[in-house]
């Protein structure tokens, strides 16, 4: 829980950036993508542990990332649109630089098209060479006061109004 929260305010828009006056979320954002996606392999520590939190307007998934690699951890956010119920692709990245962001949110946004696809239940954020689904990421309840702190960040009610 302190780790989400963690999350939540490190990816948080710093004061006059890019923020805009859109309506709060509602929280009716939510769609069969929202919600906390965790892929923790092996016997990884949970504070170690890949994840998503997303929330869902529509078609518009709007959220954060986080995994840890050689000892550091990485974080960011990500925009994508749903084009049915299970599959989705990821539109738009920032964060701090790694594998899947050269852009930093203070910097504004990175034009990606990648895939996220809900496979029994499970997240992928990969497609096989073959194209079947590599879903990893399971399912988390999402904590109230998480959801309501992403919910109250600036940059995820612009997000879920439809900016970037």
């Known amino acids: 829980m302190v780790a989400l929260l963690g999350l939540v305010a490190c990816t948080g828009m710093r004061a006059g950036q890019g923020g805009s006056e859109a309506a709060p979320a509602s929280a009716g954002a939510s769609g069969t993508f929202a919600g906390e996606w965790e892929a923790c392999p092996g016997t990884t520590p949970s504070d170690q542990c890949s994840r998503y939190v997303l929330l869902q307007r529509g078609s518009r998934i709007c959220g954060t990332w ?64 073959d194209g079947s689904c590599f879903a990893d990421y399971r399912s988390m309840p999402l904590a109230n006061e998480v959801r309501d702190a992403l919910q109250a960040e600036p940059w995820m009610q612009a997000c879920l109004s439809g900016d970037p």
């Open 66 to 129: 986080f995994h840890f690699a050689s000892g550091k951890e990485y974080s960011g956010r990500i925009v994508a649109h749903a084009d049915s119920s299970t599959e989705a692709r990821r539109t738009r990245v920032c964060g701090r630089r790694s594998v899947e962001s050269d852009t930093e949110c203070e910097d504004g946004w990175q034009r990606i098209d990648k895939p996220l696809r809900i496979c029994k239940g499970k997240l992928s954020d990969l497609t096989r060479a």
